[in-house]
């Protein structure tokens, strides 16, 4: 008898591989099966292949600790394997053994037909529980496995396991006693621990059943003890959590958020949602609208076979309580119904909508919010109740008394109703095999890319540069590099280290540095951030595919290719280019009005003859600037040199000021002053009107060509009489890593500043370092001191490489220069410098 069940047992389930198999082909093709093809991931430009890229990158990646870890994905910050949604379960097992696979590998075709299995498997071990015939059993299978949720999520594979939810249904109906309950709740607990190690949203679903479980043995069962109430779903809920924290999921730093902001609600269930094709996905039901296109994260189409079949198991089971067939057998599902609906309330969020309507909506507490921030894919929550309708109304149907054929012929035409209904749904994939080949031109990148240790986009973490999900491709190239890349979608991400490193780029660029080791992959649009090294001539531009690749001509190529002379002619264009509009003039300081120009200096910096400024600025007695020009000017002893911008559009300048159109008072620039007379210049706006006229106003900055970024010293063997009296303020010493910043202010008193230097000087026990400063106005110091001296000139900082000085204290003093008098003077700080 055991021998026949279990022959029988064999039986059905290979019907029902063979029905998933037979599903799996019609919705993507055999072909996905193969693991060495990957072209059908990456020809997409979707979701899967950023799944594919993840697992990749993660294989290529070093073992680290958490395992999850990855730092040449996402580079520098990293991310985790967890975050790419790569199923980090088959991502970890199969990085094990990589050394065994093929270069291009994929598990995603062969997860994908599991699923299904999985699910038709334990929509079976339900339907077992209350003797349902062999027949609807397949039936069942049939509808289950291309349920259009599953089919519409097979563009999330690590989603597709719904099995996890069917699966705790299963063990949330088996019957239990004192002997089984333990057993039975240790096969949920895997239940749990699986669904933490490949999805945290199915994580939380199932977490919810570990507990109602619970609560099912104790109160309607009396199989487990109070205390096992709690103590069981801690043991198997700690056991998800304590893998997501070895595996990085988790981490106590808070380096990567996990709550997203204030976007619970955006992503929420619609109530037309399980009757809602969004037109495509239903021969007869169009589409129903919804808020936002954000709602397709709540999907539910049921299909018009299963729709049908719902509708009539709901009048069934009214029929049913009206006829007392629904009694206190029966109790034990509340908390079960309880869960499901839930989930459903929380799909639907706070937010109510119907269609394109917000119905309305309503305050919640603070803990909801923060789980709908988290978790903000919130539709998703409506899986369990989706679920719960499905086999619910399986299960009601088929408890109808009338002829069991005629149950059959219901139960099969209303599949092929279902079917012919999604057919645009499940036949919608026209998945690609064979080798994948990108859009861009893999083995110039790859001879490109190879002289490199690290591959840097720019900006940083944007992923469509040229072409849209252009990343994938770059990421691609990158991979078969072995080079780490700053780009790749992630679900959560690490936003104050990236924002850290997207600073450091900025400001390495407006330093005119480059690393020899690193080539930044940039496109037109975004190459003028790139004109200091280009004016300087410190770098090497290629063009490719769209793409701009820039290195430093230190870097010497081991391996290259051969430009075409089409790019070459545009990479000289775009450089001359780039050289002519860097040019200045020198103009007679005959204006048409002066100081009668509103502005704002928002962004300055000055280093190494290179200065870079943004802001606004317009005339104050126009009420429209859409035809002026915008000049920075740089004056010294009657002679302006005159540099031009780029117009930066300022809608807001217009709102503040309400006149006409000040839209074109924006500017931004970079000058390079190498070629000026060393000396310092007073900063100007200039503005040249649509008559050709000019307009100057003063700034508060003042600009010294010819100073340094970095100071070097010059030895000296004695100090300066102090024959005057210096005021000063030696406000900060900053002992950064590499170097040290000093700034502050000096002044002789009763004397103009304008025509005085400033330098500073470090003691040590047997010699003294002179280094020059640069000049920072200090109005304030004037204002400060309430008479007719100017002291505007008496700012400075400087900054030195620390490696220039032997370790030690350091006295520090301040040298003034009077060029008008040609004497100098001395004065000594209080602070002192440690190296």
């Known amino acids: 008898m055991k021998n026949r069940i279990l022959k029988g047992n064999k039986i059905v389930y290979f019907i029902l591989f063979l029905i998933s198999f037979i599903a799996y082909d019609v919705i993507y093709g055999l072909e996905t099966l193969i693991p060495t093809n990957i072209s059908w991931l990456m020809s997409m430009y979707h979701d899967w292949g950023q799944h594919y890229l993840g697992w990749a990158y993660y294989r290529?990646?070093?073992?680290?600790?958490?395992?999850?870890?990855?730092?040449?994905?996402?580079?520098?910050?990293?991310?985790?394997?967890?975050?790419?949604?790569?199923?980090?379960?088959?991502?970890?097992?199969?990085?094990?053994?990589?050394?065994?696979?093929p270069e291009d590998f994929q598990y995603f075709g062969i997860w994908l037909l599991s699923c299904l299995f999985l699910n038709a498997f334990y929509t079976t071990k339900i339907l077992k529980l209350f003797k349902v015939s062999n027949l609807v059993i397949y039936i069942a299978a049939v509808l289950i496995v291309t349920n259009p949720v599953i089919v519409?999520?097979?563009?999330?594979?690590?989603?597709?396991?719904?099995?996890?939810?069917?699966?705790?249904?299963?063990?949330?109906?088996?019957?239990?006693?004192?002997?089984?309950?333990?057993?039975?709740?240790?096969?949920?607990?895997?239940?749990?621990?699986?669904s933490a190690t490949i999805n945290p949203y199915l994580a939380i679903m199932v977490a919810g059943f570990n507990i109602v479980l619970a609560i099912k043995n104790y109160y309607y069962e009396k199989s487990i003890l109070i205390k096992q109430v709690f103590l069981l779903p801690f043991l198997s809920i700690a056991s998800g959590l304590f893998f997501w924290i070895i595996f990085g999921l988790i981490e106590f730093n808070k380096a990567t958020n996990l709550d997203v902001g204030n976007i619970y609600g955006q992503y929420g269930f619609n109530l037309n949602s399980f009757f809602n094709s969004y037109g495509h996905y239903s021969k007869f039901i169009p589409h129903l609208g919804m808020v936002t296109d954000l709602q397709h994260e709540g999907f539910g189409y049921l299909g018009l076979g299963l729709l049908f079949l719902v509708i009539t198991s709901i009048f069934v089971f009214q029929y049913f309580i009206?006829?007392?067939?629904?009694?206190?057998?029966?109790?034990?599902?509340?908390?079960?119904?309880?869960?499901?609906?839930?989930m459903l309330f929380f799909a639907i969020t706070n937010i109510v909508t119907y269609g394109e309507q917000v119905l309305f909506k309503y305050p919640t507490l603070g803990i909801i919010e923060k789980l709908g921030n988290i978790f903000r894919a919130n539709g998703r929550f409506s899986w369990p109740f989706y679920y719960l309708l499905i086999i619910g109304s399986i299960l009601i149907f088929n408890k109808l008394k009338f002829n069991t054929y005629v149950k059959y012929f219901v139960f099969v035409g209303l599949t092929f109703f279902q079917l012919y209904d999604i057919e645009n749904l499940l036949t919608s994939r026209d998945l690609k095999y064979g080798s994948f080949d990108s859009k861009l031109d893999e083995e110039k990148w790859k001879l490109l890319l190879e002289n490199f240790d690290e591959v840097i986009t720019y900006p940083a973490y944007t992923n469509n540069?040229?072409?849209?999900?252009?990343?994938?491709?770059?990421?691609?190239?990158?991979?078969?590099?072995?080079?780490?890349?700053?780009?790749?979608?992630?679900?959560?991400?690490?936003?104050?280290?990236?924002?850290?490193?997207?600073?450091?780029?900025?400001?390495?660029l407006k330093s005119g540095e480059i690393a020899k080791n690193r080539i930044y992959i940039t496109n037109a649009a975004n190459l003028k951030d790139f004109n200091v090294l280009i004016y300087k001539d410190k770098v090497n531009l290629k063009r490719l595919d769209g793409f701009i690749a820039i290195y430093s001509k230190g870097t010497s190529l081991k391996t290259d290719f051969i430009s075409s002379e089409l790019n070459l002619k545009y990479i000289d264009s775009v450089k001359n280019s780039y050289l002519k509009n860097m040019s200045f003039k020198e103009v007679a300081n005959n204006w048409n009005s002066k100081e009668n120009i509103q502005f704002n200096v928002e962004a300055y910096s000055f280093e190494d003859d290179v200065m870079q400024i943004s802001g606004w600025a317009f005339n104050k007695s126009v009420s429209t600037n859409l035809n002026d020009s915008i000049f920075?000017?740089?004056?010294?002893?009657?002679?302006?040199?005159?540099?031009?911008?780029?117009?930066?559009?300022?809608?807001?300048?217009?709102?503040?000021?309400?006149?006409?159109?000040?839209?074109?008072?924006?500017?931004?620039?970079?000058l390079f002053t190498e070629k000026l007379p060393k000396q310092s210049y007073e900063l100007g706006i200039v503005i040249k009107d649509q008559n050709g006229k000019y307009h100057y106003s003063k700034t508060d900055k003042l600009s010294e060509v010819g100073k340094r970024k970095y100071?070097?010293?010059?030895?000296?063997?004695?100090?300066?009489?102090?024959?005057?009296?210096?005021?000063?303020?030696?406000?900060?010493i900053e002992n950064k890593n590499n170097f040290i910043k000093m700034s502050g202010w000096a002044a002789l008193e009763k004397r103009n500043s304008i025509n005085c230097k400033i330098k500073i000087v470090l003691l040590s026990k047997s010699k003294m370092y002179l280094y020059d400063t640069n000049l920072v106005t200090r109005n304030d110091v004037t204002l400060a001191n309430e008479n007719k001296y100017n002291y505007d000139y008496s700012g400075f900082e400087f900054k030195f490489l620390t490696k220039e000085l032997p370790k030690?204290?350091?006295?520090?003093?301040?040298?003034?220069?009077?060029?008008?008098?040609?004497?100098?003077?001395?004065?000594q700080f209080e602070k002192k410098l440690t190296l």
């Open 152 to 194: 519409f999520r097979g563009m999330h594979p690590a989603l597709c396991a719904h099995w996890l939810i069917l699966g705790s249904f299963y063990y949330y109906l088996v019957p239990t006693t004192k002997e089984n309950a333990v057993s039975n709740y240790k096969k949920q607990g895997i239940l749990f621990f699986l």
């Open 711 to 732: 100071q070097t010293f010059t030895l000296i063997n004695k100090l300066p009489d102090s024959k005057s009296i210096i005021m000063s303020n030696l406000e900060t």
């Open 322 to 342: 009206v006829t007392k067939k629904v009694n206190k057998n029966h109790q034990y599902l509340l908390p079960l119904i309880l869960l499901c609906t839930l």
């Open 60 to 101: 290529d990646a070093d073992w680290s600790f958490p395992l999850g870890k990855m730092d040449n994905f996402y580079y520098p910050v990293g991310t985790n394997v967890g975050f790419t949604d790569s199923i980090p379960l088959l991502a970890f097992v199969f990085k094990i053994f990589s050394f065994l696979l």
């Open 465 to 508: 540069m040229v072409y849209n999900m252009d990343y994938q491709d770059l990421m691609y190239v990158a991979l078969k590099s072995h080079k780490p890349i700053s780009i790749g979608y992630v679900a959560r991400e690490n936003v104050v280290e990236g924002q850290i490193f997207k600073d450091s780029i900025i400001n390495s």
């Open 632 to 670: 920075i000017a740089l004056t010294n002893k009657g002679k302006t040199y005159l540099f031009p911008t780029t117009a930066v559009s300022r809608g807001d300048i217009t709102a503040v000021y309400k006149k006409g159109n000040l839209d074109n008072s924006g500017f931004s620039t970079t």
């Open 808 to 827: 030690g204290e350091y006295r520090v003093g301040v040298i003034i220069e009077d060029t008008n008098e040609k004497s100098s003077h001395y004065k």
